[in-house]
């Protein structure tokens, strides 16, 4: 059996970052073992060092980006104003873009695709635990508006409003983002005793 570097080794951050920054650049179809290490600035052979298949350095990528993820979502849903804050770190450019393109591979990935989906569930279950205390807050029973529905529309629109201005298409973004905007403000700030 060939001997594979474990998670704590020197050069495997470094490949991740090229990985990722390719992703980002180039998309999926250009990350080779060669290309990350150009790309790394380390021989090809280090690539198959650190990672027996390729699939396990987009795995590697993937559970790096989604951990990370995983924190700055627990901080935004534990802020003063969550509901924003989750607004705010569901728009992020990069964050979207990265998920598109493991989407994009999920297809053809069995691995990838099921560890897409058990993440997926990770941010949702925190997004409806945290909404729920919200909606509580707020006085908004869950059967006027669920949790779970919030949370998917938040994601859903922030989403596809990233995915469109990435191919240059803006019709009816102003509009959605003063609705959420407004409709987000109307929710963190609202007595409970107001009425529904």
């Known amino acids: 059996m060939r001997r594979i570097a474990g998670p704590g080794a020197k050069n495997r951050d470094v490949l991740l970052d090229a ?3 390719l992703m980002l650049e180039e998309g999926h179809a250009a990350v080779t073992s060669r290309r990350v290490a150009r790309a790394a600035g380390l021989k090809p052979q280090l690539v198959h060092y650190y990672f027996r298949t390729m699939d396990d350095l987009f795995l590697a990528v993937f559970r790096r980006r989604a951990e990370a993820g995983l924190r700055r979502q627990a901080e935004a849903l534990a802020s003063p104003e969550p509901l924003r804050a989750l607004w705010e770190f569901s728009t992020d450019t990069a964050g979207t873009a990265l998920t598109m393109e493991f ?5 053809h990935h069995e691995t990838i695709r099921a560890e897409i989906g058990r993440y997926a ?7 409806v635990e ?12 869950a059967e006027v508006l669920p949790p779970a529905a919030l949370a998917l529309l938040l994601s859903s629109i922030a989403r596809t409003t990233v995915m ?3 191919i240059g298409m803006s019709t009816g973004h102003d509009e959605i983002l003063a609705l959420v905007a407004k409709h987000l403000t109307a929710l963190e ?7 529904r």
Do not use: I, K, N
Request: aromatic share 2%; glycine share 8%; net charge positive.
């Open 19 to 21: 990985a990722e920054r």
């Open 103 to 107: 989407m994009g591979l999920a297809s």
């Open 121 to 127: 569930e990770q941010f949702r279950t925190a997004q």
């Open 130 to 141: 945290a909404l729920t205390g919200v909606l509580e807050r707020a006085g908004v029973p």
């Open 164 to 166: 469109e201005r990435a």
């Open 189 to 195: 700030h609202r007595p409970s005793s107001t009425p």
